[in-house]
């Protein structure tokens, strides 16, 4: 069975600029959550979405936003980027927030912002 | 607010030595831990989980971890480490839903 796959795997851009990045669960997972790891740090979360409501938000700015399609897929968008942005963005996915499933993350997207 | 701290940012050990990676946690509440592996430019794999019940909770690839809640602390083990071990290694704690708080993070080196 495929795993979490995110796309792109690497991505550059200038500051400004505004990327989407993509998720797709593993096969009947509906929660799916977004964690920024900037180098040599703990990956932080950003988001948490179920059957395509947004259901946390971590201490980020509103450049972030995120969104689930029916198919249970997610994008994270970030506007006007800045240097700070550049990090390795996780996906994961579980079958069920609300009764702590395991979390399967996803080798992730990394980031540069130049 | 729920916290972990990682006690060593760094450790090193020998080929077929003790691992012991170390991990505190702050929660209000009785708290979900977790340990994950991070391999080179890939992503986070669970190790191991408590929730309750047990525990010695036993993972995957020889680790185990032993949850103390005299102590707060939640330490990560395995009794002979060996060259594929080496990697970041990251203590998390969650209370609710899927937000998982992630400490900074212990690389282990593995001495030949």
């Known amino acids: 069975d495929a795993g979490v796959t995110q796309s792109p795997t690497h991505l550059i851009k200038t500051r400004g600029q505004h990327v989407t990045l993509r998720c797709s669960p593993i096969s009947g997972h509906k929660s799916v959550s977004w964690y920024q790891q900037v180098l040599g740090q703990g990956p932080q979360f950003i988001f948490q979405y179920y059957e395509k409501e947004e259901r946390g938000r971590g201490n980020f700015p509103d450049r972030f936003s995120a969104r689930q399609f029916p198919n249970y897929s997610s994008e994270l968008n970030v506007n006007a980027l800045l240097l700070g942005d550049s990090a390795l963005y996780l996906c994961?996915?579980?079958?069920?927030?609300?009764?702590?499933?395991?979390?399967?993350f996803g080798d992730g997207t990394r980031l540069s912002i130049l | 607010a729920q916290s972990v701290t990682q006690l060593g940012s760094h450790v090193s050990v020998s080929e077929g030595a003790l691992v012991l990676l170390r991990c505190n946690y702050s929660?209000?509440?009785?708290?979900?831990l977790f340990w994950y592996v991070q391999y080179p430019n890939q992503g986070l794999q669970l190790l191991l989980k408590y929730t309750t019940g047990a525990t010695l909770v036993k993972g995957i690839n020889g680790f185990e971890a032993e949850f103390k809640k005299s102590e707060t602390s939640f330490h990560l083990t395995k009794p002979s480490a060996h060259m594929s071990d080496a990697a970041e290694y990251f203590c998390?704690?969650?209370?609710?839903?899927?937000?998982?708080?992630f400490g900074k993070g212990t690389r282990l080196h593995i001495l030949p």
């Open positions: 994961a996915s579980s079958l069920d927030f609300r009764t702590n499933q395991p979390q399967h």
């Open positions: 929660s209000s509440v009785p708290p979900y």
């Open positions: 998390a704690v969650s209370d609710e839903g899927d937000k998982i708080i």
